[in-house]
């Protein structure tokens, strides 16, 4: 099989430590690997199939002869660079916020909309992560009885917010541990022992950016601009994993058995839902894991035709590093790869 070169911007961080371990593990066709990041990390080593490589600081020239692209280094170095290597020639995949609404860059999810990354011009985006556990386990559904309306709310992790939080965290919970004051840095709080209902700035309209994300992701991953979808986004002292509460509202009726039916048969989804033996979804059982997983399947006892069911991924993985190499093996199965620069 031919063999792809391949970088990745944030090789250091935490989503692209697991671009790194996902591209290993899918055996994913590679010719040779750039690992960039700033000129902080310049020099620095890391392991890619046992083989140490150097990492770089990401310049214009990084692009040369790169065929795939995966961003993960924030909106800014997705914004200035991203346009650069696909003019070089790459298809980018970006992680960041920068591109997803762009209407000229396809928002994709491989369970649900493969089939828009035909139209990309050389950047295509991964969605947020909280918004790609929730439509993987959704869609399915939506295939069947056409959902009205979506009201969620997510128990987001630390490793969200990138590596500062996950140290802040373990820092934090051994301070109090130990009869000390938690300082904050990372959030405006205290987050050991503690959440958070803020993730991402305030908007005008009162919800934070990362709840009109899941909002404005959705309905464009599902090709579904009316759906009424409204969320609140909280983050909670927990390292991987984001745990989601999702109130659907159906065209019809929809039994919780056909739910778990659809769902059982659904890709990248995991059923698990026998509350008589407290079998359900947990975020430290869902870490390191590439399943979408689902349980609590239960009928609102508000509304006729709504269901209720709790959500669970790993938010660097499914959220993150796997599905953006799961696009770039759609890219390449496809034979979707040349840009040819940007258009
Ligand atoms: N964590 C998640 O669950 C998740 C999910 C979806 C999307 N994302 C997105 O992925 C991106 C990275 O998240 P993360 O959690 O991996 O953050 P992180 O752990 O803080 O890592 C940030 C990475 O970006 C690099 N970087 C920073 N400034 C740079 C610059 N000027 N030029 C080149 N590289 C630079 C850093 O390199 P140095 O080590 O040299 O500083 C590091 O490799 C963000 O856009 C985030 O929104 C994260």
């Not at 980018?92 to 649900?112: C, W």
């Not at 500062?164 to 022992?193: C, M, R």
Request: hydrophobic share 40%; glycine share 6%; net charge neutral.
């Amino acid at each position: 099989m031919k063999g792809y070169k391949v970088a990745i911007v944030g090789a250091t961080g935490m989503v692209g430590q697991e671009f790194i371990k996902v591209l290993e593990q899918r055996n994913f066709p590679i010719e040779s690997i750039r690992l960039l990041a700033s000129d902080r990390s310049a020099g620095k080593k890391l392991f890619f199939s046992h083989r140490e490589i150097v990492v770089e600081e990401t310049t214009p020239e990084s692009f040369k002869n790169v065929d795939i692209a995966l961003f993960s280094a924030g909106g800014d170095v997705s914004r200035y660079f991203s346009p650069i290597a696909a003019q070089s020639g790459a298809v980018v995949i970006d992680n960041s916020s920068a591109f997803r609404m762009d209407p000229k860059v396809p928002l994709v999810v491989p369970e649900i909309n493969t089939e828009d990354i035909k139209k990309h011009n050389g950047i295509i985006a991964n969605p947020n992560c909280s918004t790609i556990q929730m439509v993987v386990a959704l869609y399915p559904l939506h295939k069947v009885n056409h959902i009205k309306r979506i009201v969620v709310t997510t128990f987001q992790s630390v490793s969200g917010t990138g590596k500062a939080a996950v140290d802040e965290l373990t820092l934090q919970s051994k301070q109090i541990l130990n009869g000390q004051a938690a300082v904050p840095h990372v959030y405006p709080h205290q987050i050991a022992f503690n959440v958070l209902p803020e993730i991402d700035v305030f908007m005008d309209n009162a919800y934070t950016k990362e709840e009109w994300k899941m909002v404005e992701e959705t309905r464009k991953i599902m090709h579904s601009g009316n759906m009424a979808i409204s969320a609140t986004c909280v983050r909670v002292p927990v390292f991987i994993g984001h745990g989601e509460s999702v109130n659907v509202e159906f065209s019809t009726a929809m039994s919780p058995d056909d739910a778990r039916r659809i769902l059982a048969q659904a890709p990248g989804v995991k059923l698990l839902d026998d509350p008589t033996i407290s079998l359900y979804p947990q975020q430290w059982s869902a870490a390191g894991t590439d399943d979408v997983f689902v349980g609590r399947i239960r009928r609102d006892s508000s509304h006729d035709s709504g269901l209720v069911m709790w959500v669970v991924a790993d938010n660097i993985r499914k959220g993150a590093a796997l599905n953006a190499v799961q696009i770039a093996e759609v890219v390449i199965n496809g034979g979707w790869l040349h840009t040819r620069g940007l258009k």
